[in-house]
Nanobody, 124 residues
């Protein structure tokens, strides 16, 4: 499966953005999906994930209550709604798909497929 992340941009503190991750080349409903991010000079970190069905989601503490992940399997697309953005949310955001697990892992290793990343810049 191929993943294409989009929707990044430059925003102000407190603004919102919605990222999309579009999949092609496979039945997307067979994959749990995670969002990760990597800020300049930092390691990649888990942001949140969603199960195959969309019934189960999980988030990093740093984004809990501000970010929401959803999926539309009929459109082969995952969404990351980001509200109340902070400067520390500045990073390249990646979506990743795992065909082995029903729910999304918060570790990068299990993911077989990765999108190319989309840059989010939050300035005050």
């Amino acid at each position: 499966v191929q993943l294409q992340a989009s929707g990044g941009g430059s925003v102000q503190t407190g603004d919102s953005l919605r990222l999309s991750c579009a999949a092609s080349g496979g039945s997307f409903s067979r994959y749990s999906v995670g969002w990760f991010r990597q800020a300049p000079g930092k390691e990649r970190e888990f942001v949140g994930g969603i199960s195959r069905s969309g019934a189960v989601t999980g988030y990093a503490d740093s984004v809990k209550g501000r970010f929401t992940i959803s999926r539309n399997n009929s459109k082969n697309t995952i969404y990351l709604q980001m509200n109340t953005l902070k400067a520390e949310d500045t990073a390249i955001y990646y979506c990743a798909a795992d065909g082995d697990r029903l729910t999304a892992s918060n570790y990068a290793d299990p993911y077989d497929y990765w999108g190319q990343g989309t840059l989010v810049t939050v300035s005050s």
